[in-house]
């Protein structure tokens, strides 16, 4: 019984793993950096599922051995792989972000400051002597600075590092709408997911946007505004001039490499 248990599990849990490498709902769990070893320790898995196989085969023909050993391991490793097709993956929302605290990426780290927010912050890249190459860096020709996926961490650094050259700057910037406790009620944030390592260790990160909106939590938006001022967090505040509620992007978080 305990060779079935163990077979069971094993093969689950490769399955489990197959479905979210091909779908590619894997990197909700976990940074696409990953997915290389994830796909090594599948490999390891089916072998391991094989030889399993072959010791539940002989067992059936030779008699079962009688062991107790290892059975609870292999049921609480069953259950690990349902969890998948019991809670259907998807990106981490608005209520996980409530649950996270105060977002911030800050010079001074405060108490309620995520560790992953401080590990990234003390590894932010260093200030290039001209310090105007790197926001001209990701500038168009109409000076509309443009923060994608690729660049987000980068010049949110830079924006702390160098605020008074960022303000009145205009900036189009993609996330979800979120009214987050520790914003004002004329406030809300334009939010992403920045996430090392899995999703066990997001932290929120966006820009504080001034007024109000009828677009729920949780929505999808692109928004061009103005850099107005930075708050005593050193969170930059935008001033929206448009706002446009899109798709949620295929990979939705921000990844530290």
């Known amino acids: 019984m305990n060779t079935l248990i163990r077979l069971t599990a094993l093969i689950s849990l490769s399955y489990t793993l197959t479905i979210l490498l091909k779908t590619g709902d894997i990197t909700y769990y976990i940074n696409p950096r990953f997915v290389p070893l994830t796909k090594f320790s599948l490999s390891f898995l089916l072998l391991l599922s094989f030889l399993t196989l072959v010791q539940f085969l002989l067992q059936l023909k030779n008699g079962p051995v009688t062991k107790n050993t290892a059975r609870g391991v292999s049921i609480l490793v069953l ?133 109000t909106t009828s677009i729920p939590d949780n929505s999808w938006v692109k928004i061009r505004g103005t850099v107005t001022h930075f708050d005593q967090d050193s969170q930059p505040i935008v001033k929206v001039t448009s706002i446009e509620q899109i798709e949620q992007p295929t990979d939705p978080y921000i990844y530290q490499y």
Do not use: W
């Open 79 to 211: 259950l690990a792989c349902l969890t998948p097709f019991a809670f259907p993956p998807k990106m981490l929302g608005s209520s996980m972000a409530e649950q996270k605290g105060r977002l911030s990426i800050q010079r001074q780290a405060t108490p309620q400051q995520s560790d992953l927010a401080q590990e990234i912050d003390d590894q932010q890249p260093q200030v290039i002597p001209d310090d105007m190459v790197q926001m001209k860096a990701f500038t168009n020709a109409d000076g509309l600075i443009t923060l994608t996926s690729n660049n987000y961490l980068e010049l949110l650094f830079d924006m702390l590092d160098n605020q008074q050259r960022y303000l009145g700057k205009e900036l189009e910037v993609t996330g979800f709408i979120l009214h987050h406790k520790a914003l004002k009620p004329d406030q809300y944030l334009v939010a992403r997911y920045a996430i090392a390592c899995c999703a066990a260790d997001a932290t929120i990160i966006g820009f504080v946007v001034e007024g």
